[in-house]
């Protein structure tokens, strides 16, 4: 890909599913928003990973916005859906909401975009190969 080229609003995929932890908390009880972070970056690093089918690096967070905290014992769920994939980087909009305990709603509580660099064995930039064009 020379250029980069929009992704169908369609991609979006569940990437991740955790069960939030007492050891995951912070000073409040409430989980700790570095261990949400950390949850959307795998998630994210998972579905760029096969994108760029091979290594990728976070190369930045934007726009990492908080809407509710995150308990103990709530099932997290981290949806991505890939923007736009340029020619050696994809970026991604990242959402996270959670599911109480015995309960059938989920709710959003973050959102943020990420951007990933595929990178080689050197851990230099690389391109993104063309899935078409395999």
């Given at each position: 890909m020379s250029d980069p080229v929009p992704v169908s609003a369609d991609a979006r995929q569940l990437a991740i599913r955790a069960?939030?932890?007492?050891?995951?908390?912070?000073?409040?009880?409430?989980?700790?928003?570095?261990?949400?972070?950390?949850?959307?970056?795998?998630?994210?690093?998972?579905?760029?990973?096969?994108?760029?089918?091979?290594?990728?690096?976070?190369?930045?967070?934007?726009?990492?916005?908080?809407?509710?905290?995150?308990?103990?014992?709530?099932?997290?769920?981290?949806?991505?859906?890939?923007?736009?994939?340029?020619?050696?980087?994809?970026?991604?909009?990242?959402?996270?909401?959670?599911?109480?305990?015995?309960?059938?709603?989920?709710?959003?509580?973050?959102?943020?975009?990420?951007?990933?660099?595929?990178?080689?064995?050197?851990?230099?930039?690389?391109?993104?190969?063309?899935?078409?064009?395999?």
């Amino acid at each position: 890909m020379s250029d980069p080229v929009p992704v169908s609003a369609d991609a979006r995929q569940l990437a991740i599913r955790a069960i939030a932890m007492p050891a995951d908390t912070n000073a409040n009880g409430d989980i700790f928003g570095g261990w949400l972070m950390s949850q959307m970056d795998m998630a994210a690093g998972a579905v760029a990973a096969r994108v760029a089918r091979g290594r990728v690096a976070t190369v930045a967070v934007d726009a990492m916005s908080f809407h509710e905290p995150v308990k103990v014992g709530d099932e997290v769920t981290v949806y991505a859906d890939v923007v736009r994939i340029g020619r050696t980087s994809i970026r991604m909009a990242i959402e996270a909401h959670r599911r109480p305990r015995g309960e059938d709603v989920s709710a959003l509580v973050t959102r943020g975009v990420f951007t990933f660099v595929a990178i080689d064995d050197e851990g230099r930039p690389r391109p993104i190969v063309d899935p078409g064009a395999m």
